[in-house]
């Protein structure tokens, strides 16, 4: 059970797959430019993540080593339609505009390294953490990028007013600079903050 925990907070500081790992970039750069367009690729990418990676894990033995790919491939666009077809029907709003976004977690790297490093050669329970870890600390990471942007950039949290009424929007905010911008000084931040633990450790 301690095992498990640690595979499930990993995802969430020490390996985060967006702050510390830098992979699966896409969707932080391209759709955060509001909070709810977050969270829901978050929780989208989380689905298939966890799904995937508990079939992968319950396959594994059954599976070609050859033909692993395709065949992992197959079990992550499976979910991946799931989820896009229920967006589609739920919010068509946020739908429209994930738009492609939405069928590229098929070949999101986060997804296929987790199948592929983790959930390909572990049980099923330990997989089930580490893809559940790894999937909110993705989403965490969308939630905290959209919330910088989107509150700089409309003045506004999640639709709701934020900011005063003299508060004049930063356009750059909500364009692909702003995104850029945003990322570079939360990364930097937190290896400013993990180089300050690690020194306050070995003191």
């Not at 790992?21 to 969270?39: D, K, Q, R, S, Y």
């Not at 007013?161 to 850029?180: D, H, R, T």
Request: glycine fraction near 8%; aromatic fraction near 10%.
């Amino acid at each position: 059970m301690k095992q498990a925990t640690i595979e499930l907070i990993k995802g969430l500081w020490k390996e985060n797959p967006t702050f510390r790992m830098l992979i699966g970039m896409c969707a932080p750069l391209a759709i955060t430019n509001m909070v709810f367009n977050g969270i829901m690729m978050g929780l989208a990418t989380t689905f298939v993540l966890v799904l995937s990676g508990l079939v992968v894990s319950l396959i594994k033995n059954i599976v070609p080593h050859k033909v692993r790919i395709p065949v992992f491939v197959v079990i992550i666009a499976t979910f991946v339609t799931v989820a896009d077809y229920y967006i589609a029907a739920y919010y068509p709003d946020t739908h429209r505009v994930l738009g492609l976004y939405l069928p590229l977690i098929v070949v999101n790297c986060l997804i296929l390294a987790r199948i592929e490093a983790f959930a390909s050669k572990m049980p099923v329970f330990k997989s089930f953490m580490d893809a559940l870890g790894m999937g909110i600390g993705f989403t965490l990471a969308l939630v905290i990028i959209s919330s910088v942007r989107e509150i700089l950039g409309f003045g506004t949290w999640l639709g709701i007013k934020a900011m005063p009424a003299s508060y004049q929007p930063m356009s750059i905010m909500i364009q692909p600079a702003g995104a850029f911008i945003t990322l570079g000084l939360i990364i930097a931040l937190i290896n400013i903050i993990s180089r300050k633990k690690t020194s306050g450790d070995s003191a």
